[in-house]
C-alpha cells in the first residue's frame, strides 16, 4: 500500500491510501486535487475517512460522492454524507488489513484517528490533534480531553508514523524553540523543516521536538512557568499554559 499527500488550501494535506488501482481519502477537505490525481493515475476511490467535521476536512465529500456514488464514508454522526458511522475501538476495513478508530477528543469533542497496521508498523491519521512540533486549538473539546488524546498518542511505539492534516511544522518548531531555547533537535529541525512535505513524522522524533509531548522536562517547565508567570504543578497544567501561550505566539 502506498500513502500519497495531496496538498490543498494553504497548507492541508489529503492523505490518499493507494492499494492497486483502489484508493481510501482521509479528510478530503477539497475535491478537485483528489479527483486530478485519481484521474491522471486512473485510480477509483473506494473509501472516505474522516476525523472530525471542520470543512477543511470534510469540503470535498460531496463532490467526491459525485464522481464516486458508491464510495463508502466513514465518520462520526455529524458528518454529512457518512454512510458508516464509527465509535471508539471500531474497524475500518481496506486493502486486506483494518484501521482500528480512535477516540482523541480535544481539537473537537468528537475527533477520531485511524491507526493502520502495515508491515509491522503503525501508521496513524490523526487530523488536527497532533501537529509535528505541536497540537491542535481547542475548539468543541477541552484542554484536559487534548491532554489525554496526546499522551494516548505517546503511548505508542517510537517507531509510529504520524499523518496529520496541516503542514504547520515551520510555525510550530519556531513557537518550540521559544519555550525550549537550548533545544539543539529542535534547532536543527527548524533548519530542515523548509522541505516540503514534512510530514509523515515518527514518535520518536516528536518527542524529542514536540513541546507538548515534554511537559514533564524541568528546563521546559522552567521556561514555560517563567513565560506564563505562575506556578504549574503537573504535566497537565504545563500543556494547558503550552496551549495558551502558542494561542497568542
Same mark, same amino acid.
Given at each position: 500500500?502506498?500513502? &500519497? ?8 494535506? &489529503? ?25 491522471? =493515475? ?7 475517512? !474522516? ?9 470535498? &465529500? ?48 468528537? =475527533? ?10 503503525? =501508521? ?15 475548539? #468543541? ?37 521559544? !519555550? ?21 513524522? #515518527?514518535?520518536? =522524533? ?12 524541568? &528546563? ?30
Amino acid at each position: 500500500m502506498q500513502i &500519497i499527500p495531496i496538498p490543498a488550501f494553504n497548507d492541508n494535506y &489529503i492523505w490518499l491510501l493507494q492499494c492497486g488501482a483502489d484508493v481510501a481519502c482521509v479528510d478530503p477537505g477539497d475535491a478537485a486535487p483528489v479527483l486530478g490525481y485519481l484521474k491522471q =493515475h486512473n485510480l477509483a476511490l473506494r473509501q472516505i475517512w !474522516v476525523t472530525h467535521h471542520h470543512n477543511d476536512h470534510t469540503g470535498g &465529500i460531496e463532490g467526491l460522492l459525485k464522481a464516486f456514488p458508491d464510495c463508502e464514508v466513514y465518520g462520526n454522526a455529524d458528518i454529512q454524507g457518512v454512510t458508516y458511522k464509527i465509535e471508539e475501538g471500531g474497524r475500518v476495513a481496506f486493502c486486506g488489513t483494518e484501521a482500528q478508530v480512535w477516540h482523541v477528543p480535544g481539537h473537537t469533542a468528537t =475527533h477520531f484517528a485511524y491507526l493502520l497496521l502495515l508491515s509491522d508498523r503503525l =501508521h496513524v491519521f490523526c487530523g488536527d490533534t497532533l501537529f509535528s512540533a505541536g497540537c491542535g486549538r481547542v475548539f #468543541t473539546g477541552t484542554i484536559g480531553q487534548l491532554f489525554n488524546s496526546i499522551q494516548r498518542f505517546n503511548s505508542l511505539p517510537p517507531d509510529t508514523l504520524f499523518y496529520p492534516a496541516h503542514e504547520y511544522t515551520a510555525s510550530n518548531l519556531r513557537f518550540a524553540e521559544y !519555550v525550549e531555547p537550548g533545544n539543539t533537535v529542535v534547532k536543527e529541525a527548524l533548519r530542515v523543516s523548509q522541505k516540503l512535505p514534512t510530514l509523515p513524522v #515518527t514518535l520518536a =522524533h516528536e518527542r524529542a521536538v514536540n513541546p507538548f509531548l515534554r511537559t514533564d522536562q524541568t &528546563i521546559l517547565i522552567r521556561q514555560v512557568e517563567k513565560l506564563s508567570g505562575r506556578t504549574l504543578n503537573d504535566d497537565a497544567a504545563v500543556f494547558a499554559a503550552l496551549r495558551a501561550l502558542k494561542n497568542t505566539f
